[in-house]
C-alpha cells in the first residue's frame, strides 16, 4: 500500500493575501486620522510656546518697569531720565545682569519689531550732553508681536505718551499685538512703578519737585519737548 501524504501546516496564498489587503486598510485608516490629528496637535503646542514667549517677555519688562529708579536727567535738572513713548521706553533702573557692575543703567525698551532690550551705564550728564551709547540690543520677543506703551499717573488717565515731566509714571499699560492682524491678545497686562518721587522728598517734601509746584522759568513746563534755539 501506499503511505498516504502528509498535510503540511500554514497560510495559503488566498489566507495571506486577505491579511495583507486587511493589514492595508489598518494602515490606510491610522494614516488618516493622524493626518487630521496631527496638524491641530501642532497648533496646539505652538500656541502654548508662543503664550510661554509673550509672558516671559512681559515678565522680564514688569520686573524692569517695577525697579525704575526716580534719577535725574542732568546735572541741573530735577525731572527723572524717563522717555515714555506708544511704542518705547527710555528709563534708569539698578543695573541687572550677571556681569553688571553696581550702579545704575538706562533700559531702552523698543517695540518696532518685536521687543528688543537694550542699556548703557547711567552716568551724570549736563544738559545737551549725548546719551551715552546703548550695548547690542537683546531680543525679548519676537515679530509678529509688538507692544503698544500707555502711561497714567495718580490721577489714573491713561496717556499715550510720558515726557519731561516731573514725575514718573505710577503705572504702565503693555498691550500685545499681533502686528499681522493689529489685534490685541488678552495677554496684555499693567505694570505698576515703585517710585514716582525722588528720595529726597522723603526728608524734605517742601521741595519743589515733590508738591507739584512749578519748575523754574528756565525750564519748560511739564509734558512739552525741549526747544532748542
Known amino acids: 500500500m501506499t503511505p498516504a501524504p502528509r498535510r503540511t501546516e500554514g497560510f495559503t496564498l488566498v489566507e495571506m493575501l486577505v491579511a495583507l489587503v486587511l493589514a492595508a486598510l489598518v494602515v490606510s485608516a491610522l494614516a488618516t486620522l493622524t ?13 502654548v510656546e508662543n503664550v510661554e514667549r509673550v509672558s516671559l517677555a512681559l515678565r522680564r519688562v514688569t520686573a524692569d518697569l517695577g525697579a525704575a529708579a526716580f534719577v535725574p536727567a542732568g546735572l541741573e535738572r530735577p525731572r527723572p531720565l524717563f522717555d515714555g513713548r506708544p511704542a518705547s521706553i527710555t528709563f534708569v533702573r539698578p543695573a541687572l545682569g550677571p556681569n553688571a557692575r553696581p550702579g545704575l543703567e538706562i533700559v531702552l525698551l523698543a517695540s518696532d519689531d518685536g521687543l528688543t532690550r537694550s542699556a548703557a551705564p547711567y552716568v551724570p550728564r549736563r544738559s545737551g550732553d549725548a546719551m551715552p551709547a546703548f550695548g547690542a540690543p537683546v531680543v525679548l520677543l519676537r515679530a509678529p508681536y509688538q507692544l503698544d506703551f500707555s502711561y497714567a499717573g495718580s490721577d489714573g488717565l491713561w496717556l499715550g505718551a510720558w515726557t519731561n515731566l516731573d514725575e514718573l509714571p ?21 505694570a505698576l512703578l515703585n517710585t514716582e518721587l525722588p528720595a529726597a522728598c522723603v526728608s524734605n517734601a517742601a521741595l519743589p519737585i515733590c508738591n507739584g509746584a512749578a519748575p523754574p522759568d528756565d525750564e519748560p513746563p511739564p509734558g512739552t519737548a525741549d526747544k532748542t534755539p
Open 170 to 190: 505710577r503705572a504702565v499699560r503693555i498691550v500685545v499685538r499681533d502686528a499681522r492682524t493689529g489685534r490685541a491678545l488678552d495677554i496684555s497686562t499693567v
Open 35 to 47: 493626518a487630521q490629528w496631527l496638524p491641530n496637535w501642532k497648533r496646539g503646542i505652538n500656541r
